[in-house]
């Protein structure tokens, strides 16, 4: 199966069984930005409950932005906030120590643009899963692509998607948190992810 699908930020779990599934993966770089959308935010497990980590990014007045195009805001230190609010959700997960080293290099580097230093994620998480995703990108805009579109997950809202449950760190005070980013799972479950993602079932 190809698909079809934007790069996100440390994406979520349904979009990485979808990759961990597909027999090519294309990531769509030609539309336009939309706010709100995990292209710049991920959901952890935090002592709260379900957390957004959301990257600060440059807006322009002209009313459609190529996602290509969008720059990421470090006058903020979001890179510091984000790194420490993933401490604090899974330093006594069973494999955060084990990646730590893996996921550190992305809040130290600056990157300029927010797709580069998505793809960059996509390198890092599939190395600590220990597997290849090799991927292609879009030439151009396609409102009906020839892939099976799987571009809708990017939008939390629209992704509906509900996968078997697996031990958090706060299971205790809030119970299963379905579909937060790879890393909460990556952190629990280290590399038995991959079988996880593979065995799951996405609505298309």
Same mark, same amino acid.
């Given at each position: 199966?190809?698909?079809?699908?934007?790069?996100?930020?440390?994406?979520?779990?349904?979009?990485?069984?979808?990759?961990?599934?597909?027999?090519?993966?294309?990531? *769509?770089?030609?539309?336009?930005?939309?706010?709100?959308?995990?292209?710049?935010?991920?959901?952890?497990?935090?002592?709260?409950?379900?957390?957004? #980590?959301?990257?600060?990014?440059?807006?322009?007045?002209?009313?459609?932005?190529?996602?290509?195009?969008?720059? %990421?805001?470090?006058?903020?230190?979001?890179?510091?906030?984000?790194?420490?609010?993933?401490?604090?959700?899974?330093?006594?997960?069973?494999?955060? *120590?084990?990646?730590?080293?893996?996921?550190?290099?992305?809040?130290?580097k600056k990157h300029e643009f927010l797709m580069e230093l998505n793809l960059e994620v996509h *390198?890092?998480?599939?190395?600590? $899963?220990? %597997?290849?995703?090799?991927?292609?990108?879009?030439?151009?805009?396609?409102? *009906?692509?020839?892939?099976?579109?799987?571009?809708?997950?990017?939008?939390g809202k629209k992704d509906e998607n509900v996968f078997e449950s697996y031990i958090q760190v706060?299971?205790?005070?809030?119970?299963? %948190?379905?579909?937060?980013?790879? #890393?909460?799972? #990556?952190?629990?479950?280290?590399?038995?992810?991959?079988?996880? #993602?593979?065995?799951?079932? $996405?609505?298309?």
């Amino acid at each position: 199966m190809s698909i079809i699908l934007h790069p996100t930020y440390f994406p979520s779990i349904s979009q990485f069984s979808a990759m961990a599934q597909a027999d090519e993966v294309v990531f *769509e770089v030609d539309d336009n930005f939309q706010k709100q959308t995990n292209r710049n935010r991920m959901y952890i497990y935090s002592a709260n409950g379900k957390q957004l #980590l959301n990257i600060p990014v440059k807006h322009s007045k002209d009313v459609h932005q190529k996602y290509r195009d969008i720059k %990421i805001e470090n006058d903020f230190n979001w890179q510091k906030q984000h790194f420490k609010s993933l401490e604090a959700a899974y330093r006594t997960s069973p494999y955060f *120590e084990f990646f730590e080293d893996d996921i550190r290099p992305i809040y130290e580097k600056k990157h300029e643009f927010l797709m580069e230093l998505n793809l960059e994620v996509h *390198e890092i998480v599939t190395d600590c $899963l220990g %597997i290849k995703i090799p991927y292609t990108t879009t030439e151009e805009y396609f409102k *009906e692509p020839i892939q099976t579109d799987f571009r809708y997950l990017a939008n939390g809202k629209k992704d509906e998607n509900v996968f078997e449950s697996y031990i958090q760190v706060f299971n205790e005070k809030h119970g299963f %948190i379905n579909n937060l980013s790879i #890393l909460d799972l #990556l952190f629990n479950e280290g590399r038995h992810a991959v079988d996880y #993602l593979k065995r799951q079932t $996405l609505t298309k």
